[in-house]
C-alpha cells in the first residue's frame, strides 16, 4: 500500500512539474507577444512618421517648383505630374457643382449652393443669378393690387 501510494505521489510530483513548467513557458510566450505587438506599434509609428516627413519634404518641393526653382528632368516630371491632377480634380470639382448647381466663389474658389448669398468658407458676397435669368412676372394678385393701387 505505500508502494501505492508513493506511485501516487511521484506522478503527482511530476504532474504539478509539468504544469508549472508549461504555465511559465505559457507566461514567457504570452509576454513575447505583448513585447512584438508592441514592437510592432512602434515601428507603424516610425512608419507614419517617415511618411509626414516625406509629404512634407514633397510640399516643399513642389512649393519650390512653383516658385520657379529648377530640379532635375524626373523631379520637374512629378512636379508636372501633381499640376496635371489638379487640373483634373478642378475638372472634377466643376463637374459635381454643374450636377449640384452650386455657385464658385470668385474670391476663394469655394464651391457653394446657389441660394448662398455669402461664401461659406470666406465670406465674400458670391455672384447674383443675373436678372434676365430670373422670372420677374408679377403674380396675378400682385398685378390687380399695383392696378387698385394706381387707380
Same mark, same amino acid.
Given at each position: 500500500?505505500?508502494? %501505492?501510494?508513493? !506511485?501516487? !505521489?511521484?506522478?503527482? #510530483? !511530476? ?25 510592432? %506599434? ?18 516643399? /518641393? ?5 516658385? &520657379? $526653382?529648377? %530640379?532635375?528632368?524626373?523631379? $520637374?516630371?512629378?512636379?508636372?505630374? @501633381? ?12 463637374? @459635381? $457643382?454643374?450636377?449640384? +448647381?452650386?455657385?464658385?466663389? #470668385? ?6 449652393? #446657389? ?7 470666406? &465670406? ?8 434676365? +435669368?430670373?422670372? /420677374?412676372?408679377?403674380?396675378? #394678385? ?5 392696378? $387698385?393701387?394706381?387707380?
Amino acid at each position: 500500500m505505500d508502494n %501505492f501510494l508513493g !506511485k501516487i !505521489k511521484t506522478n503527482f #510530483s !511530476k504532474a504539478k512539474d509539468e504544469a508549472e513548467k508549461y504555465s511559465k513557458l505559457a507566461i514567457q510566450k504570452t509576454s513575447n507577444l505583448v513585447s512584438q505587438t508592441k514592437y510592432n %506599434f512602434a515601428v507603424n509609428d516610425a512608419e507614419n512618421k517617415i511618411v509626414t516627413v516625406m509629404a512634407e519634404i514633397g510640399e516643399y /518641393v513642389y512649393s519650390e517648383y512653383l516658385s &520657379g $526653382a529648377e %530640379f532635375p528632368a524626373d523631379v $520637374a516630371a512629378k512636379c508636372e505630374d @501633381i499640376d496635371a491632377l489638379k487640373e483634373e480634380i478642378a475638372s472634377l470639382k466643376e463637374r @459635381i $457643382a454643374d450636377l449640384k +448647381d452650386a455657385t464658385v466663389c #470668385s474670391s476663394c474658389g469655394e464651391y457653394n449652393s #446657389s441660394e448662398n448669398i455669402y461664401c461659406a468658407k470666406c &465670406g465674400e458676397k458670391l455672384r447674383q443669378t443675373p436678372a434676365a +435669368d430670373v422670372d /420677374v412676372t408679377p403674380a396675378a #394678385s400682385d398685378t390687380e393690387e399695383d392696378t $387698385a393701387e394706381e387707380e
